[in-house]
Each structure stands twice: as structure tokens, then as C-alpha cells.
């Protein structure tokens, strides 16, 4: 039984998760109009792309908005992974661990419908942010990224020898010079990973996005989508592809990364 | 007892006048509900090389940690060279560590390592990189300067590790088992080029080490360690020869233990009722009464093996040899007596004997009355 029933079992889980993605890739490279009728091979959807104002506009949007939510997820989900494990038992230790992991399970639902009651409270009191855009999005993607990045840091900052920073230490560096010097660059790889995870993340982001964004700031997956409830165009497909290309490529990275930093502290 | 001729002042901790340079004083350390130090009393020279022995848990690594600065006594005070270290941070503490996982920081080259601590004192670079490049070359690993510590072997990671912890001139370096990660041979090595580097800087050594052998070839003077307490302290040949206590007397070298009652106290010589050895001359000591219990020790290389009995012999003992062992330069005997009684004696092996004593065999076991060492506890 052994000798079939284990490919065949990874062959029909590999059939079942990337089968749609697969037909996807191919109908990219399809002539059709019709998007599940074969017509030949063809680049045409891809140069139609390039030509389509409204997509290449969102992709500028998401894309800024992943790097700026990807660069402040890292700082504050590094120090947070910091103060949890360096900073021993403090008061409201526990509180702040399932603060900073609650982004993690909460329905993106809760978290945008949250986060928009906030930023309209806010500009009611406060006047900012004015009015919502690239800002309150790149706001709500950082919380949730930084849960992510929080725990990738904070399982390497555990893996990493303590004397390390004592050694630093005791060679005369004060506490943040210690920070800068010893553990940003040994955890560094960790950070890397968190970063592009975080990227990653807010690259795919449509529920929170469609809560907090305004006019003018649709980010790419909200184009996407509103454009296939409209029906399924080819350049979707091809759009769809490219994307899939970009995750690929930084979910290898990522992971090499974090396997190398794995590695190095073994 | 009468040790050789050492110039008194080597030996400063026999001269009550001398000014201890490291004051430990009722030091205590707890975490939680568990007292890692119980309020311990050590006093330090300087040029000294002093190690701290005791099994794992017994805190000798936290009082080190505490010299260090990395944790705070609960209790107590330390001093060094004549500084109150209470709320001094380790990075403003006159000493320097050794770690035990050396700590070498992994994305620096050895150079840079070295440098890091003279970087910090605010020295120009071209100054820390010179001084780094002599440490390098005392520790014999200049031309490795540019290697990451996962380019090098244990032993020379090792040698980084002290060259690091050495560069900034300290005080006081602390070593926490600084050999423990090398294997024997280099270990054996190690261990005297650390007393010559030692001897050379003048810097005052602690060394928390486990290992019984590696306190006795380095230390000028051991504290034995025990449930956070400090059991005894004092020279090797002391904690070896005169123990206090049954736990230095067994934690130090292989040890025979008997338990009796004191019979006769005459001022030459004392005689004990030992239920497995019946009786037994024992050196006198003062402050023993009829019928108290002690323990006799005595170390195995002190008994005289032989097959008729020993004449003139005060105490001696029938047994077959239950066990033996060649180990070469000596001979270790287990040997069972009539009353039950397993004991371990050695011969060294001085001469290519014909017809060695063996397995089985009957033998006599004599020993002098002043081998024994009365303990009360």
C-alpha cells in the first residue's frame, strides 16, 4: 500500500492547490476574449495591460503602500519582539503579547471595520489624518504586518545566545549601542524575511484596503476585484500572473532567508 | 604542614594584614522562591588565580555573573579594588568576561572582535586595531585576523575569546569554564598557557569551572562550592590534603570514608572504633570527646599494598582484590575486606614488576595513622 498511496497522495494535494493557479497562468497566455476558451497562444493581454491606466495606477498605490507598511512593520514589530523577550517579566507582559499577536487571528473584517471607526474618530478630533488615502491604508496594513514580523523576530531574538549582548556589554557598549551593534545585524536576516513577508502581505490585502482607503486610492486587489464582478477579462489573468511571479519570488527569498538565519545560529 | 619556601608575599591571602582586592560580603542571590548564592564571604588578591569548583546549580556562575554585573546581589556587597560595585552597569565594571559559549560575535571578523571592546573605550581605530593585532599575536592567531569565528576551530575560537576579553587591560577577568568546550589534550595545553598568560599580564583570574583537575592545575586558590554556599576555601594541596568537610573530601579526588566513634584521645594519637574497619589510629585532634562520631578519610595512593602483612604496620587490613586496573603509570585496587567493606587503594608503578598484585588475590593494606584526615562533618 505504501508504494502508491503516498505520491498519490502528494500528487492529488499538489493537483488540489495549484491546479486553478496553473489554468490561471496558462488563459494569461490565451488569444481568446473568452476567458475559458482556448483561441492559441498569445501575448496580447499582457501588452493590453501595460496600456490600461487604471490598473497601472492602483499597482503604483499598492506597491508604495506595501513598502511604506513593510518598513514600519519591521520597526515596530522588531521593537516589540524586543521588549518581549529581553525585557523579562513586566507588568502587562501578557497583555501586550496577545495585543501584538491578536492582529494574527482577527477577522480582517473586525480589523478594517475597526480601524475605520478609528481614523474617522480621529479626524473628527484631531483632523488627521485628513480624510482617507495612501495614509490610512499604509496605517492599518502596519498593524497587522507588524503582528507577522513581531513573531518571526521574536522566535530568532529567543533562538539567539544572550552572552552575545552581554559579551558587548561587558566590552564597555551601552545598552542601545548593544542594539545596533550585536543584535540588528545577527537578527537581521530575520528582518529581511519579516520584511518581504510584510510586503507580501499588504501586496494581497483586499478586505482591510476596501475599509480605510478613499477616493483616488484603490489599491490594486480592490481593481481587480471590482473589475471581475463586472466578468472575468483575459488581462486579469495576465495581471494575476505577474503578481503570482512577485509572491513566488519573495516567498522564496523569505524562506531562504529565514533558513539561513536558522542555520548560522545552529 | 609545611609547604615549600614561596616568598610570603606570593601568597598574600597568609598574611593577615594584606588588603583583599576583590570583597565579596554577604552576598546573596535569589530568583523567586530559589537562593542561587547564600551569603557568601570571599576575599580576592590581586594576581591571583582563583577558581570557583562546584557541581552545575551550586551558583557559582551567578556569583560570577554578579562580579560581572550582569545581575544584582539581593543581598550584600562587592568590591573591587577598594569600588562599592553596587549599581556599577557591567559596561562601566573594570572587569572583563570569558563566556563559556565564548560569544564571539558571529558577522565580525576575529579582529574586529578584539577591537570592539578598545572601539568602545573611545581608543582611534588605527590604535584598536594595532593592540588587537598584538593580542593576536600572544594568542598566536595574527594571521587568522580576517577569519569569521565560523572559520575557526573550537580551540582557536577559544583563543579569541580570552584575546577579547584581555585586549582593555582588566582588573579582574572572569572565566566561566573557560576550557569546557575543548577536548582533553588541548584542554590539558590550554590549561597551562592560561596560567602563563596569567602570570605574564599580572591580571587577577576568577575561573567557575566543574572540573576538579582544572581547579587543582590552575589555581593559586579554589573556593569549593555547594547549594550556593561556599564549603571551604583554600590552596590545592589544601581542599586536597586537609579537607573540612566529607563533600571536599569526596568532590576532590577519589576518597576512602569510614564512620566512627572516638574510643581513646591520648595528645600523640587517637584511636577510632570503625564498625568496618574495627580500630583505627587516627592523628589527634583537639576538640574531639570520648564517643563522638567522625569520619575517617584517606586517599587511596596513602594505603601500601603487600602480601604478607606489613611489620611494625599500625594499621592493616586482610582483603582479596576485588578489582583492578592497569592505567599504567599506577594501578588502582578495589579491595574487599572480611568486614564487608569495598576499599580503594593505588599503587604507582615505579618499577617493571614480575608477578604484580592481581584479581583474587589476598593482600594486606597498611596505612600510616598520620594519612587519615578526622572529619566531624
Given at each position: 500500500?505504501?508504494?502508491?498511496?503516498?505520491?498519490?497522495?502528494?500528487?492529488?494535494?499538489?493537483?488540489?492547490?495549484?491546479?486553478?493557479i496553473i489554468?490561471?497562468v496558462?488563459?494569461?497566455?490565451?488569444?481568446s476574449r473568452?476567458?475559458?476558451?482556448?483561441?492559441?497562444?498569445?501575448?496580447?493581454?499582457?501588452g493590453?495591460?501595460?496600456?490600461?491606466?487604471?490598473?497601472?495606477?492602483?499597482a503604483?498605490?499598492?506597491?508604495?503602500?506595501?513598502?511604506?507598511?513593510?518598513?514600519?512593520?519591521?520597526i515596530?514589530?522588531?521593537?516589540?519582539?524586543f521588549?518581549?523577550?529581553?525585557?523579562?517579566?513586566?507588568?502587562g507582559?501578557?497583555l501586550?503579547?496577545?495585543?501584538?499577536?491578536?492582529p494574527l487571528?482577527?477577522p480582517e473584517?473586525?480589523?478594517?471595520?475597526?480601524?475605520?471607526?478609528?481614523?474617522?474618530?480621529?479626524?473628527?478630533?484631531?483632523g488627521?489624518?485628513?480624510?482617507?488615502?495612501?495614509?490610512?491604508?499604509?496605517?492599518?496594513h502596519?498593524?497587522f504586518c507588524?503582528?507577522?514580523?513581531?513573531v518571526?523576530?521574536?522566535?530568532?531574538?529567543?533562538?539567539?545566545?544572550?552572552?552575545?549582548?552581554?559579551?558587548?556589554?561587558?566590552?564597555?557598549?551601552?545598552?542601545?549601542?548593544?542594539f545596533?551593534d550585536?543584535?540588528?545585524p545577527v537578527?537581521?536576516p530575520?528582518?529581511?524575511?519579516?520584511?518581504?513577508?510584510?510586503?507580501?502581505?499588504?501586496?494581497?490585502?483586499?478586505?482591510?484596503?476596501?475599509?480605510?482607503?478613499?477616493p483616488?486610492?484603490?489599491?490594486?486587489?480592490?481593481?481587480?476585484?471590482?473589475?471581475v464582478?463586472?466578468?472575468?477579462?483575459?488581462?486579469?489573468n495576465?495581471?494575476?500572473t505577474?503578481?503570482?511571479?512577485?509572491?513566488?519570488?519573495a516567498?522564496?527569498?523569505a524562506?531562504?532567508?529565514?533558513r539561513?538565519?536558522?542555520?548560522?545560529?545552529? | 604542614m609545611?609547604?615549600?619556601?614561596?616568598?610570603?608575599?606570593t601568597?598574600?591571602w597568609?598574611?593577615?594584614?594584606?588588603?583583599?582586592?576583590?570583597?565579596?560580603?554577604?552576598?546573596?542571590?535569589?530568583?523567586g522562591?530559589?537562593?542561587?548564592v547564600?551569603?557568601?564571604?570571599?576575599?580576592?588578591y590581586?594576581?591571583?588565580?582563583?577558581?570557583?569548583?562546584?557541581?552545575?546549580?551550586?551558583?557559582?556562575?551567578?556569583?560570577l555573573?554578579?562580579?560581572a554585573?550582569?545581575?544584582?546581589?539581593?543581598?550584600?556587597?562587592?568590591?573591587i579594588?577598594?569600588e562599592?560595585?553596587?549599581?556599577?552597569?557591567?559596561?562601566?565594571r573594570?572587569?572583563?568576561?570569558m563566556f563559556?559559549?565564548?560569544?564571539?560575535?558571529?558577522?565580525?571578523s576575529v579582529?574586529?572582535n578584539?577591537?570592539?571592546?578598545?572601539?568602545?573605550e573611545?581608543?582611534?581605530k588605527?590604535?584598536?586595531?594595532?593592540r588587537?593585532?598584538?593580542?593576536?599575536?600572544?594568542v598566536k592567531?595574527e594571521?587568522?585576523?580576517?577569519r569569521?569565528?565560523?572559520?575557526l576551530?573550537?580551540?582557536?575560537r577559544?583563543r579569541?575569546?580570552?584575546?577579547r576579553s584581555?585586549?582593555?587591560?582588566p582588573?579582574?577577568l572572569?572565566?566561566?569554564?573557560?576550557?569546557?568546550a575543548?577536548?582533553?589534550?588541548?584542554?590539558?595545553?590550554?590549561?597551562?598557557?592560561?596560567?602563563?598568560?596569567?602570570e605574564?599580564?599580572?591580571?587577577?583570574?576568577?575561573v567557575?569551572?566543574?572540573?576538579q583537575?582544572?581547579?587543582m592545575t590552575?589555581?593559586?586558590?579554589?573556593?569549593v562550592?555547594?547549594?550556593?554556599?561556599i564549603e571551604?576555601i583554600?590552596?590545592?594541596?589544601?581542599?586536597?590534603?586537609?579537607?573540612r568537610?566529607?563533600?571536599?573530601?569526596?568532590?576532590?579526588?577519589?576518597?576512602?570514608?569510614?564512620?566512627?566513634?572516638?574510643?581513646?584521645a591520648?595528645?600523640?594519637?587517637?584511636?577510632i572504633?570503625?564498625?568496618?574497619?574495627?580500630?583505627?589510629l587516627m592523628?589527634p585532634?583537639?576538640?574531639?570527646?570520648?564517643?563522638?562520631?567522625?569520619?575517617?578519610?584517606?586517599?587511596?595512593?596513602r594505603?601500601?599494598?603487600?602480601?604478607k602483612r606489613?611489620?611494625?604496620?599500625?594499621?592493616?587490613w586482610?582483603?582479596v582484590?576485588?578489582?583492578?586496573?592497569?592505567?599504567?603509570?599506577?594501578?588502582?585496587y578495589?579491595?574487599?575486606?572480611?568486614?564487608?567493606?569495598l576499599?580503594r587503594?593505588?599503587?604507582?608503578?615505579?618499577?617493571?614488576e614480575?608477578?604484580p598484585?592481581?584479581w583474587?588475590?589476598?593482600?594486606w593494606?597498611?596505612?600510616?595513622?598520620?594519612?587519615?584526615?578526622?572529619?566531624?562533618?
Amino acid at each position: 500500500m505504501r508504494g502508491w498511496f503516498l505520491p498519490m497522495a502528494v500528487a492529488l494535494g499538489f493537483i488540489f492547490l495549484y491546479a486553478p493557479i496553473i489554468s490561471l497562468v496558462v488563459f494569461s497566455f490565451n488569444d481568446s476574449r473568452l476567458v475559458t476558451v482556448w483561441g492559441g497562444f498569445s501575448t496580447r493581454w499582457y501588452g493590453e495591460l501595460l496600456r490600461d491606466r487604471q490598473i497601472l495606477g492602483s499597482a503604483w498605490i499598492s506597491l508604495q503602500v506595501a513598502f511604506w507598511s513593510a518598513n514600519l512593520a519591521v520597526i515596530v514589530g522588531t521593537l516589540g519582539a524586543f521588549v518581549l523577550t529581553r525585557f523579562g517579566g513586566f507588568t502587562g507582559r501578557l497583555l501586550l503579547t496577545g495585543m501584538i499577536t491578536a492582529p494574527l487571528v482577527m477577522p480582517e473584517v473586525i480589523t478594517g471595520l475597526s480601524l475605520l471607526l478609528l481614523f474617522v474618530s480621529m479626524e473628527l478630533t484631531l483632523g488627521w489624518p485628513a480624510g482617507r488615502g495612501l495614509t490610512t491604508i499604509i496605517i492599518a496594513h502596519t498593524t497587522f504586518c507588524a503582528a507577522f514580523v513581531a513573531v518571526i523576530a521574536q522566535s530568532r531574538l529567543r533562538q539567539m545566545d544572550e552572552s552575545l549582548e552581554e559579551a558587548a556589554r561587558d566590552l564597555g557598549a551601552g545598552p542601545v549601542r548593544v542594539f545596533f551593534d550585536i543584535t540588528l545585524p545577527v537578527i537581521a536576516p530575520a528582518l529581511v524575511a519579516g520584511w518581504l513577508l510584510a510586503f507580501t502581505l499588504s501586496l494581497d490585502d483586499l478586505v482591510i484596503a476596501s475599509f480605510v482607503s478613499g477616493p483616488g486610492a484603490s489599491t490594486l486587489p480592490m481593481v481587480i476585484f471590482s473589475k471581475v464582478r463586472l466578468g472575468v477579462s483575459p488581462d486579469v489573468n495576465a495581471l494575476a500572473t505577474i503578481i503570482i511571479g512577485f509572491v513566488l519570488v519573495a516567498v522564496i527569498i523569505a524562506g531562504w532567508m529565514m533558513r539561513r538565519a536558522a542555520r548560522k545560529s545552529a | 604542614m609545611d609547604g615549600p619556601a614561596i616568598a610570603a608575599d606570593t601568597r598574600p591571602w597568609r598574611d593577615a594584614a594584606a588588603r583583599p582586592f576583590i570583597s565579596v560580603h554577604g552576598v546573596t542571590k535569589t530568583f523567586g522562591d530559589f537562593t542561587a548564592v547564600s551569603d557568601v564571604d570571599l576575599d580576592i588578591y590581586k594576581g591571583e588565580l582563583f577558581c570557583l569548583l562546584g557541581e552545575s546549580g551550586c551558583g557559582k556562575s551567578t556569583l560570577l555573573r554578579m562580579l560581572a554585573g550582569f545581575e544584582q546581589p539581593t543581598a550584600g556587597s562587592i568590591t573591587i579594588d577598594g569600588e562599592d560595585m553596587a549599581r556599577v552597569p557591567p559596561d562601566r565594571r573594570p572587569t572583563n568576561m570569558m563566556f563559556q559559549s565564548y560569544a564571539l560575535f558571529p558577522h565580525m571578523s576575529v579582529e574586529k572582535n578584539v577591537a570592539y571592546g578598545l572601539l568602545r573605550e573611545g581608543l582611534k581605530k588605527s590604535e584598536a586595531y594595532a593592540r588587537a593585532g598584538d593580542m593576536l599575536r600572544m594568542v598566536k592567531l595574527e594571521k587568522l585576523a580576517r577569519r569569521k569565528p565560523d572559520q575557526l576551530s573550537g580551540g582557536q575560537r577559544q583563543r579569541v575569546a580570552l584575546a577579547r576579553s584581555l585586549v582593555k587591560r582588566p582588573k579582574l577577568l572572569l572565566l566561566d569554564e573557560p576550557l569546557g568546550a575543548l577536548d582533553k589534550k588541548l584542554r590539558e595545553e590550554t590549561q597551562f598557557e592560561l596560567i602563563k598568560i596569567q602570570e605574564t599580564l599580572g591580571v587577577t583570574f576568577i575561573v567557575v569551572t566543574h572540573d576538579q583537575d582544572e581547579a587543582m592545575t590552575l589555581a593559586t586558590r579554589i573556593g569549593v562550592m555547594k547549594d550556593g554556599m561556599i564549603e571551604q576555601i583554600g590552596e590545592p594541596r589544601e581542599i586536597y590534603e586537609t579537607p573540612r568537610s566529607r563533600f571536599v573530601a569526596d568532590f576532590i579526588g577519589t576518597v576512602n570514608l569510614f564512620e566512627g566513634t572516638v574510643e581513646a584521645a591520648a595528645p600523640d594519637m587517637m584511636r577510632i572504633a570503625s564498625p568496618e574497619l574495627g580500630d583505627v589510629l587516627m592523628p589527634p585532634q583537639e576538640g574531639l570527646t570520648r564517643g563522638q562520631q567522625v569520619w575517617g578519610a584517606v586517599r587511596p595512593e596513602r594505603f601500601t599494598l603487600s602480601r604478607k602483612r606489613p611489620e611494625g604496620a599500625q594499621n592493616a587490613w586482610e582483603g582479596v582484590v576485588e578489582e583492578m586496573g592497569y592505567i599504567g603509570h599506577m594501578s588502582q585496587y578495589r579491595v574487599r575486606l572480611a568486614s564487608g567493606a569495598l576499599i580503594r587503594a593505588s599503587q604507582s608503578n615505579r618499577m617493571r614488576e614480575e608477578a604484580p598484585i592481581s584479581w583474587d588475590e589476598r593482600v594486606w593494606l597498611s596505612v600510616p595513622p598520620a594519612a587519615f584526615r578526622v572529619l566531624t562533618q
